[in-house]
């Protein structure tokens, strides 16, 4: 297996694992607070922070875990008309304009997450640094940038097939 297959296949380790943790985190929040608000009369007050801390980590994990999957909704009409080898090409084109897309806006959150790190800014009720919740838009968006770009420079045998 080339470096780059055995990156690809860590990285999808451990996305899938943040997925499921982010995903049991938001449960677990969202449970407690329906516990304490309904059935013991009380509330956590900085729950909604949490619950939006553990739903963008799941949301930007889980970018560049269909990244990492090739599960982005592509193809279309003129894609099923193309021969293996165009469609292989047009697949190639794609990443290398997704991957660049990503890098854009993975370049924009970078700057707000320095703005918002450099103004010590924090959270409203648990006074934790905004900082955590911008780095999940940079850790998606630039995860998301390596794997469109690892994806367009695969050589052709390691390219999924057609309709697979």
């Given at each position: ?16 694992w943040l ?60 894609a099923g ?77 390691a390219m ?5």
């Open positions: 297996m080339t470096w780059s297959g055995r990156l690809h296949d860590g990285l999808l380790r451990t996305l899938r997925v499921v943790i982010a995903l049991v985190g938001l449960t677990t929040v969202m449970v407690v607070q329906i516990v304490l608000r309904y059935l013991l009369q009380s509330s956590f007050v900085g729950v909604e922070e949490i619950s939006t801390l553990f739903g963008l980590w799941l949301y930007y994990a889980g970018l560049a875990l269909v990244t990492a999957r090739g599960e982005h909704i592509g193809g279309g009409l003129v008309l193309l021969s293996p080898g165009r469609r292989r090409t047009l697949d190639r084109v794609f990443a290398l304009l997704c991957g660049a897309i990503c890098a854009y806006f993975c370049v924009l959150a970078l700057q707000y997450a320095l703005f918002i790190g450099g103004m010590d800014r924090r959270s409203t009720f648990l006074r934790w640094p905004s900082v955590i919740w911008a780095a999940s838009l940079c850790f998606g968006l630039g995860l998301s940038t390596l794997l469109f770009f690892l994806r367009a420079l695969r050589p052709p045998a999924p097939r057609v309709g697979a």
